[in-house]
């Protein structure tokens, strides 16, 4: 999935690497200002380039967002093809609750993950992924977890499938959103909430499939 906000894709080793510092210094910077707060002349700095190679790839700050976003995702879908190779076989309770797991832990570890993981993570915060190609809307998160699921996880399809995984995301975004007000570990009991609400609306809606 393209992100519209990257100018030009990086070829030679080293410019791959100059993009890279200036993801990790976004990130890092998003952890330590805030969203409203970053700039790409700080980011610049703190990658060790010059504010105008942030253009040379990206359309400014909205770019970069739109970049880390992606890069989150792609993240996250790495961590659950190593989760669903030690589990086997799935259901799509359980497959919630490994997603959730996860994100936490990105929550956790991944830096700027907590400000923006696919998303301002505020409450009604704007999104930074490009939308989906479904017809029932919605953005790329959506629809990659879904095709995960059929086609990497081996789990059944289900009816309404985007509606699904939209109110699913929204309602595990509510969850972690109050979970890790407070503490950057989150606060266990919400979590486990967000866990239980996950796992139950999923029984529900797998059972009709």
């Known amino acids: 999935m393209g992100n519209p906000g990257v100018r030009r894709r990086p070829v030679q080793k080293r410019s791959i690497e100059r993009v890279e510092r200036i993801l990790e210094a976004c990130a890092a910077l998003l952890d330590e200002v805030g969203l409203d707060a970053l700039t790409t002349v700080d980011v610049a700095r703190r990658a060790g380039v010059p504010s105008g190679t942030i253009y040379q790839f990206f359309d400014g700050k909205p ?3 739109r970049e880390l976003a992606l890069r989150n995702l792609d993240l996250l879908l790495v961590r659950l093809r190593r989760r669903v190779a030690e589990e086997g076989a799935l ?3 359980r497959a919630a609750e490994l997603v959730l ?4 832990e990105m929550r956790r570890t991944v830096p700027g993950y907590t400000v923006v993981d696919f998303a301002d993570t505020r409450p009604g915060g704007q999104t930074f992924l490009p939308p989906g190609e ?5 953005d ?3 629809e990659r977890l879904y095709h ?4 990497e996880a081996g789990l059944p399809p289900l009816p309404h499938p985007y509606r699904v995984m939209r109110l699913a995301i929204q309602s595990a975004a509510a969850a972690l959103q109050l979970s890790f007000a407070a503490s950057p570990e989150g606060d266990p009991v919400m979590i486990e909430q967000g ?5 139950a609306y999923f029984a529900d809606v797998s059972s009709d499939a």
């Open 148 to 151: 995960f699921a059929l086609d």
């Open 195 to 199: 866990r239980r609400l996950l796992r």
């Open 140 to 142: 790329v998160l959506a």
């Open 63 to 65: 770019g970069m967002l």
């Open 101 to 104: 797991a996860e994100t936490v």
């Open 91 to 93: 259901t799509w309770p």
């Open 134 to 138: 479904a017809k029932e809307g919605g």
